[in-house]
């Protein structure tokens, strides 16, 4: 497998999903991760009782594997001025550092900018916020429930006006597994740079400034015009302007997604894949701007097509049309969505109790290889090998041991 | 057993590094655990026979002895016929 980061050491000094997400993908890619935990405690997110309200089994937590497979456990109590001297000669082998400890943190433990900068004046110093390094709430911690979906405005965005309330994120890590991935991206770019000039920047990705990157488009638009759209309660129909644009109910409960945004050259093929190819032929559709202007009576004959049949006939069917569709599909069925599997979207690894674990690979996928990887570390499972490795000699793991600075 | 080094299972595929060690014998699988594996295995011993697994330290109740597991094996270590037990990072508890 090609490894694009072979020969890179990453440093990591984070805990939870967001900043953990980056050092994963970066090990998918080849780097050296070296995650340190506290030697007692282990990363808080190892004792997750319950996942979305489903109990966790602790040697097979999807918390830990996702946003930590690849990597070895260092487990170092960065507190006391043994445990930071160890860190300091750990970072001297590094090539990023990565945090998501306030700042408030980051100098009561000595491991802030300065601190790493003075050992490695060239590391790539790596922060992942919830708000952003600047401004009164650089200090200010939060989640991807609080930063990227709540206070961002897609919650509200994502919220129909007419229900009662705005919609939860519904899904775990969904922001921190976004934001993990742009963080990896960052560090890409760091690297090249430092690679042609040989400077080390230093970096930031909050939750929030990911979700604004998300809602860019509609952010945009909002300072343009004044004006932007909330998502609408279900309908079966398509938009007030576009009828190939949409949601659609099948016989049986199912729905269909039309999403042909520039209809030119699909309108016909479309009406003939529903069944009513004489629609393609009614004046009113007879150009793609009189489509528009007539969008509601084209709808209704779609809603009335698609509506005749079942949701599985339609899933097959469709798989001719020329343009875009896609079945609503559960996180169940994609699953075993045989166009996925295609494209190696799930990475089988062997779990710490011996078992086979899935998890998902990150997107982006270099020379069409298949992602392998082994399973996120027991906390602190590496702590004496990889000191040992760094150069330690017994002696001193044993007066680190005593200090109480590893466990 | 010396801090830094590794033993093998004589009964099974066990692996483990020595953390901490002092004058004792430790075994798994009810055997003691050897530098070289012979090239016959023994039997496990069905009262060791709860298995290890990879990546996780065990202890004696005096907190002599503590070996991480490099290689997972159907044996379970002991000590003159005691078990010994998981150490494990005892996280905060978060639920959601």
């Not at chain 1, 050296?32 to 309200?53: A, S």
């Not at chain 1, 996702?66 to 487990?75: A, D, L, Y």
């Not at chain 1, 790493?116 to 992942?128: D, H, L, Q």
Request: hydrophobic share 40%; with cysteine; net charge neutral.
């Amino acid at each position: 497998m090609t490894h694009v980061m072979k020969g890179v050491r990453v440093l990591e000094v984070a805990q939870f999903t967001f900043v953990p997400a980056a050092g994963a993908i970066l090990a998918d890619w080849g780097a050296d991760v070296i995650k340190i935990e506290h030697p007692l405690r282990g990363d808080t997110q190892r004792g997750f009782i319950n996942m979305g309200g489903i109990a966790v089994d602790k040697d097979r937590n999807p918390l830990i594997e996702h946003p930590n497979r690849g990597k070895r456990s260092v487990g170092i109590d960065v507190s006391k001025p043994q445990g930071q001297a160890l860190l300091y000669e750990i970072a001297k082998t590094a090539d990023v550092f990565l945090t998501n400890y306030l700042p408030s943190v980051r100098q009561k433990n000595k491991f802030d900018v300065e601190h790493i900068r003075a050992v490695n004046p060239k590391i790539i110093y790596t922060r992942g916020s919830a708000y952003g390094d600047k401004g009164d709430e650089r200090n200010v911690g939060g989640f991807d429930g609080t930063a990227f979906w709540s206070r961002s405005g897609i919650g509200h965005s994502m919220s129909p006006a007419e229900l009662d309330g705005p919609l939860s994120q519904g899904m775990m890590a969904f922001g921190d597994s976004i934001g993990g991935m742009t963080i990896a991206g960052g560090i890409s770019g760091a690297l090249f740079h430092r690679e042609r000039t040989g400077e080390g920047v230093e970096l930031d990705v909050s939750l929030l400034s990911t979700a604004w990157w998300a809602a860019g488009a509609n952010i945009t638009q909002l300072l343009e015009t004044g004006k932007t759209t909330r998502n609408s309660m279900p309908t079966s129909g398509g938009s007030a302007r576009n009828p190939l644009m949409g949601n659609f109910r099948t016989s049986d409960g199912g729905t269909i997604n039309l999403c042909m945004v520039s209809p030119t050259g699909l309108v016909r093929d479309a009406f003939e894949h529903f069944g009513i190819p004489q629609a393609a032929d009614d004046p009113r559709f007879a150009d793609v701007h009189k489509l528009i202007e007539n969008a509601g009576a084209a709808s209704d004959l779609i809603v009335k097509a698609i509506g005749s049949k079942p949701f599985e006939y339609w899933r097959q069917h469709l798989k001719t049309m020329k343009g875009q569709w896609a079945p609503i599909q559960s996180l169940q069925d994609l699953t075993t969505d045989e166009q996925a599997l295609a494209n190696d979207m799930l990475v089988e690894l062997e779990s710490a109790d011996g078992k086979p674990f899935k998890v998902v690979r990150g997107p982006v996928q270099f020379n069409h290889e298949p992602l392998k990887t082994t399973r996120a570390p027991q906390a602190s499972e590496h702590t004496e090998s990889f000191l040992m490795e760094l150069g330690l000699e017994w002696d001193r793991i044993e007066s680190l041991k005593a200090s109480g600075a590893i466990a | 057993m010396k801090p830094g080094t590794k033993l093998k299972s004589a009964v099974c595929d066990t692996e483990v590094m020595v953390i901490r060690g002092g004058d004792v014998v430790v075994e798994c699988g009810g055997s003691p655990l050897v530098e070289e594996r012979p090239a016959v295995r023994g039997a496990i011993t069905p009262a060791f026979a709860d298995g290890t697994k990879i990546g996780k330290r065990y202890v004696d109740a005096a907190g002599t002895v503590e070996l991480l597991c490099v290689k997972p094996g159907q044996g379970s270590l002991s000590i003159g016929g005691v078990a010994l037990k998981l150490k494990e990072a005892k996280p905060l508890p978060s639920s959601d």
